[in-house]
């Protein structure tokens, strides 16, 4: 019997103008993680939004161009490797929502956030949401937005460092990618304070 989808809800509240917000990246090993914060219009609809892990590559840069075309606003932050190992990435996705945040063109009155942690952005309240991105339009083109921006920028990343499979992994810790790491060594795009090898896989670096 083919399952039927729950329409995703346009706002928490209608009128209020809402921010959703979505990481990409928390996984990899490699590359920052990114995250994206839109406001959409009240009444939005979008077929075929939801999780951005729930729809193939070609589906998530089709949605792209109509959230971009359609949000009142949209914005993508980032934190690089370096900053995930300094904060950790729990702390640093939160960083990088609150730079997408930070460069919104209209601030919104309430925050909405994919997972259960958050802190304050400025003086803005915030509602946390695990798996916010199955429920929520905001949350879900954010979500697509910032699964986009990071795939592009991992493929970009792969033209010079080809040995790693990232237009492909984009970062993850697949067996090429790890064993890659085994025989190349690290890049500077690499998260120092990851586990990057299989433990049968270590060696000293």
């Known amino acids: ?26 996984g990899c090993l490699a590359g920052p993680v990114f995250a994206a914060a839109v406001i959409l219009p009240e009444g939005f609809q979008c077929e075929g939004l939801t999780d951005s892990k729930q ?22 932050g980032s934190c690089s490797p370096g900053e995930i190992d300094a904060m950790n990435i729990l702390w640093a996705s939160v960083e990088a929502m609150h730079r ?13 956030v994919d997972g259960n942690r958050f802190r304050p952005f400025r003086d803005i309240p915030h509602s946390c949401m695990v798996k916010g991105d199955a429920h929520l339009l905001s949350i879900a083109a954010a979500s697509v937005l910032a699964k986009t ?22 970062g993850y810790p697949t067996r ?30």
């Open 55 to 76: 729809l193939t590559e070609g589906q998530r840069r089709a949605l792209r161009p109509v959230i971009e075309e359609e949000a009142v606003c949209y914005a993508v």
């Open 100 to 112: 997408a945040l930070g460069s919104l063109t209209v601030m919104p009155e309430h925050i909405l």
């Open 1 to 26: 019997m083919k399952q039927l989808l729950t329409p995703l809800l346009n706002s928490m509240i209608p009128g209020r103008i809402e921010a959703g917000c979505d990481e990409a990246g928390r």
């Open 176 to 205: 090429e990618h790890r064993e890659a790491i085994m025989r190349h060594g690290v890049t500077v795009h690499h998260r120092k304070s990851f586990q990057l090898m299989d433990k049968q896989l270590e060696i000293e670096w």
């Open 149 to 170: 921006y990071r795939d592009e920028y991992m493929e970009k990343l792969h033209e010079q460092f080809p040995v790693y499979g990232w237009k492909r992994n984009k």
